[in-house]
Nanobody
Framework: VQLQASGGGLVQPGGSLRLSCAAS????????IHWFRQRPGKEREGVSC????????YYADSVKGRFTISRDNNKNTVYLRMNSLNPDDTAPYYC????????????????WGQGTLVTVSS
């Protein structure tokens, strides 16, 4: 069972990126997938989540209206589209999987991908 996160990079303020979280060894739409990030000097925080049960979505207040989470079941992949990026969004981003509904408690997630680094800078 593996999660592979990708799509990070260097982008200017106001720019966009799309992160991907590809699953292998299990069917992603049976699981809830959450994108977390860990900004410098801060704890890992939940950014956006999509429920495997209902498909409902959750966004942290800091990214509402700018980020969109989606799932492609055919590709067994979850995406995080990030628009209007600003320097405060700079962090490694991790995707994680669990059964059940969305939660921001990192301890509830059984499977983690490696981080993909997002750097927003001019």
């Amino acid at each position: 069972v593996q999660l592979q996160a990708s799509g990070g990079g260097l982008v200017q303020p106001g720019g966009s990126l799309r992160l991907s979280c590809a699953a292998s060894g299990f069917t992603l739409d049976h699981y809830t997938i959450h994108w977390f990030r860990q900004r410098p000097g801060k704890e890992r925080e939940g950014v956006s989540c999509i429920s495997g049960l209902s498909g409902s979505t959750y966004y942290a207040d800091s990214v509402k209206g700018r980020f969109t989470i989606s799932r492609d079941n055919n590709k067994n992949t979850v995406y995080l589209r990030m628009n209007s990026l600003n320097p405060d969004d700079t962090a490694p981003y991790y995707c994680a999987a669990k059964e059940g509904s969305c939660s921001s408690d990192v301890n509830e997630y059984n499977y983690w991908g490696q981080g993909t680094l997002v750097t927003v800078s001019s």
